[in-house]
């Protein structure tokens, strides 16, 4: 997916957030899991050619602890199960869950 493709991702991330209570979850730690917030990885989601940005790679590791609530998200599983979501967190260094409970 090129930038149309970016742009419908955002646009659906933004549309879930808004519409959308199964989307946002807290953990014991105060951090708001915000699909929102992965917006800046959008590009390297989805664009194989693509690299992560240092913003994208922040956003990430902030994220980190809200992934397996992401992947068990039906609006959202297609785009963290990809290969590319992989790819961009192992470029960024972020450690990707392999398993949810």
């Known amino acids: 997916?090129?930038?149309?493709?970016?742009?419908?991702?955002m646009m659906f991330l933004i549309t879930m957030i808004?519409?959308?209570?199964?989307i946002s979850f807290s953990t014991a730690a105060a951090l708001t899991c915000n699909a929102v917030e992965l917006s800046p990885c959008a590009n390297?989601?989805?664009s194989?050619?693509?690299?992560p940005t240092p913003i994208c790679c922040s956003k990430l590791k902030e994220q980190t602890p809200c992934l397996c609530n992401y992947m068990k998200n039906p609006f959202l599983q297609k785009f963290i199960n990809s290969p590319n979501a992989r790819?961009?967190?192992?470029?960024?260094?972020?450690?990707?869950?392999t398993t949810c409970t």
Do not use: E, R
């Not at 808004?18 to 199964?22: F, I, N, P, R």
């Not at 194989?48 to 690299?51: E, I, K």
């Not at 790819?87 to 869950?97: E, H, R």
């Open 18 to 22: 808004v519409t959308s209570d199964q």
């Open 87 to 97: 790819k961009v967190a192992n470029t960024c260094g972020t450690p990707f869950p």
């Open 44 to 46: 390297a989601i989805t």
């Open 1 to 9: 997916m090129g930038n149309s493709g970016a742009a419908v991702l």
């Open 48 to 51: 194989a050619t693509t690299t």
